[in-house]
């Protein structure tokens, strides 16, 4: 039996005969095909089979005009991305069957990939990609990075670790995605000369700089010092320092030997001309405070106060988590004042109270710290290591001993991949070769011979001393003590990242004028990647 129908639909009534079909010549029925968008930032184009293109612009559902043929075959292509994004259509082909085609269409924002190429690498370097990735390259060769990184992002490549005995220059480190994978970034590694300081010439691409001051402050003076511990008691050298380090401004400072409020509130240096003289109507008490003015954060060793270290706050702060630091979480260091350590306080930070009780034998002094802070300088995360471990002593259980033990834990325990090591180290390791501190100081810091000439590399190197003279050896005193003691090159500024060198003030240029510090300051100009 056949049962024609009307022109409303032709279909045959039982599939399973195939010679049931409809013959009218009526129209067949149309469907829509229809696009659900989501993520959309702009302007799509979108085109159906043969038909114009169609811009969109808005997020929603979106039907294309003209509906097609019950049966007909549909093709969705994308003739324009939206600017910025990438929009995938799932599906983007069919067959209409008896009801309307539903397609989605997800658009994101576009991700590209960084890159580059390698040359000259014998060893292995480390490079970072803003910060967050970091990658190791042991060989020449392209390079990509894992993170992708939208359309217009920034970037920024660096060197965490240089490869051992080479210097790496970075070429085309910085930009912006533009719609494309990035592939021109080159590093080009070159090796380093056997017998000049290593690092001393920034490389291409180390653009980041600071500049850094490390000084032991105390005086020479014995009329203070047996009151004083030594630190900065004169007011007419306090006031001399204060303006030479206002026209140096430095970025970082390292300070030893500061004069802290406590020992004025013991009534300690109250004569004529001596810094706690009018203690109780100053303005501002704090010694490293008017030193240094408001525009340094600060923070000093909370065993006694008498060892700083300081940023300007325009170029980075502390991590509020950073070890050693001077004051309570309360009040980390703010602008304007803060207590010093107090050697009675319950407060210590763990560090200074194990170098305090493993070294309490009559010939250790507690005086004597090694104090750390973990800082953002320039977006970098850095470690600042202020030194100022035990003076004096020959041999084992000695002086010397609890100084070289104090050395292997700053060393061993305490350095992170960016770190910049600086100090009144009581000790020379350009004439002291016996002594046991400078044997450990020499298993971190490049080591050099008598004539200059570098024997060892490690992961540390000087930014002072040798890198600062050069081929003239050995290099300058900066502990320049009253007769009959020797002076020596006690103050060192070292990394394990940065480039540059520093410059012993000396004559007219001492920070205290000519005269008061029994210490030469160092002024460096760093850089880093």
């Known amino acids: 039996m056949l049962l024609v129908l009307s022109c409303a639909h032709k279909k045959a009534l039982d599939p399973a005969v195939d010679e049931i079909y409809s013959y009218c010549n009526c129209p067949p029925p149309q469907y829509a095909v229809r696009v659900q968008i989501s993520g959309l930032n702009g302007s799509v184009q979108l085109k159906l089979n043969d038909f114009t293109p169609v811009a969109i612009i808005q997020n929603g559902t979106f039907t294309f005009s003209p509906k097609l043929d019950d049966g007909s075959l549909y093709n969705i292509t994308i003739v324009q991305q939206p600017a910025g994004q990438t929009c995938t259509l799932n599906p983007d082909r069919g067959i209409l069957l008896g009801a309307n085609a539903q397609v989605s269409l997800i658009c994101s924002a576009s991700v590209y990939t960084v890159g580059g190429s390698i040359t000259g690498l014998t060893n292995s370097l ?95 003076d014995l009329t203070c010092a047996t009151q004083a511990y030594s630190k900065l008691c004169f007011q007419d050298v306090e006031d001399r320092i204060q303006s030479n380090i206002a026209i140096h401004n430095p970025d970082i400072i390292t300070l030893q030997e500061v004069f802290p409020d406590w020992l004025c509130r013991e009534g300690k240096a109250a004569g004529n001309n001596q810094v706690c003289q009018n203690y109780q109507i100053r303005n501002v008490r704090d010694q490293v405070r008017r030193l240094l003015g408001t525009n340094y954060t600060v923070v000093c060793d909370p065993a006694h106060g008498w060892d700083c270290i300081a940023i300007k706050q325009s170029i980075g702060n502390f991590l509020p988590d950073s070890k050693g630091r001077l004051c309570p979480p309360s009040y980390l260091c703010g602008t304007t004042t803060f207590s010093n350590g107090d050697p009675t306080a319950t407060n210590k930070d763990p560090k200074f109270a194990y170098f305090e009780a493993t070294y309490s034998s009559s010939s250790y002094d507690g005086g004597f710290h090694m104090l750390y802070v973990d800082a953002i300088i320039h977006g970098r995360q850095i470690r600042i290591i202020n030194g100022h471990p035990q003076s004096g002593g020959t041999g084992s259980g000695s002086k010397e001993s609890a100084r070289q033990i104090q050395i292997h834990d700053a060393f061993t325990n305490w350095t992170f991949q960016r770190t910049f090591l600086s100090c009144d180290c009581n000790l020379d390791p350009y004439r002291e070769f016996s002594d046991i501190s400078v044997v450990e100081w020499k298993q971190h810091v490049d080591a050099y011979d008598s004539s200059g000439n570098r024997i060892s590399t490690n992961p540390f190197y000087y930014h002072s001393g040798v890198a600062e003279t050069g081929y003239l050896w050995p290099p300058q005193l900066t502990a320049v003590y009253l007769a009959p003691l020797p002076s020596h090159t006690y103050d060192h500024v070292v990394s394990n990242f940065a480039y540059g060198n520093c410059q012993t003030l000396d004559g007219i240029n001492r920070l205290d004028g000519g005269s008061g510090m029994d210490h030469k300051a160092l002024l460096c100009t760093l850089y880093f990647f």
């Open 126 to 220: 480390v490079l970072t990609l803003n910060e967050v990735e970091s990658k190791t390259m042991s060989s020449n060769g392209t390079f990509v990075f894992n993170t992708p990184l939208p359309d217009g992002a920034s970037y920024e490549i660096g060197i965490l670790t240089q490869p051992l005995n080479q210097i790496c220059a970075v070429t085309n480190r910085r930009g912006n995605i533009a719609g494309s994978n990035v592939t021109n970034v080159a590093i080009s590694c070159s090796n380093l000369s056997s017998t000049m300081p290593r690092y001393t010439t920034p490389p291409q691409g180390a653009d980041l700089s600071i500049t850094y001051l490390q000084a032991n402050v105390g005086n020479v």
